[in-house]
């Protein structure tokens, strides 16, 4: 029973409850950024670049000619899918680029405030803390000025 105890107590600990929902988050993100680039960037690309449709560029291995992808997998041939390749590419960096700024937000509201100016200073003859404005040491009577 110690095992399963110490599982439960694990599985409920922040830390545990903070990755799962991370990596839930992170799933569903990722469908979103699939769907941004292959049903909204890609498009366009393909548009400027002459109507080539990314998701359609392969290499057949077996030599033959087929019109597209979908075909070629039909009669599963092998293929090289270098435009899928491409997608995926242009999916992670806008995925690094997300998480990039989501941690320069965290790091900037983690940043210390500027350290306040000094009320205290050290007496220079005896080494004790005294009042920034003291002109007289309290504790060796020196004088300051």
């Known amino acids: 029973m110690g095992i399963i105890s110490e599982f439960k107590e694990f599985a409920v600990k922040g830390n545990a409850v903070d990755m799962a929902v991370g990596i839930i988050i992170g799933a569903a993100f990722g469908s979103i950024v699939n769907s941004l680039v ?3 960037i890609m498009p366009p690309i393909g548009m400027l670049t002459g109507g080539i449709n990314f998701a359609d560029m392969f290499i057949a291995l077996d030599g033959e000619a087929y ?26 960096i806008i995925v690094a680029f997300a998480v990039f700024m989501l941690v320069r937000q965290i790091n900037a509201l983690k940043r210390q405030p500027a350290p306040l100016d000094p009320t205290t200073k050290e007496c220079p003859y005896c080494k004790e803390t005294i009042a920034i404005g003291a002109i007289k040491c309290k504790h060796c009577t020196a004088d300051l000025k």
Do not use: H, K, M, R
């Open 67 to 92: 019109a597209s992808l979908a075909e070629a997998q039909a009669v599963s041939a092998p293929t090289i899918n270098y435009g899928l390749f491409i997608n995926a590419v242009i999916s992670f």
């Open 38 to 40: 292959n049903d909204i």
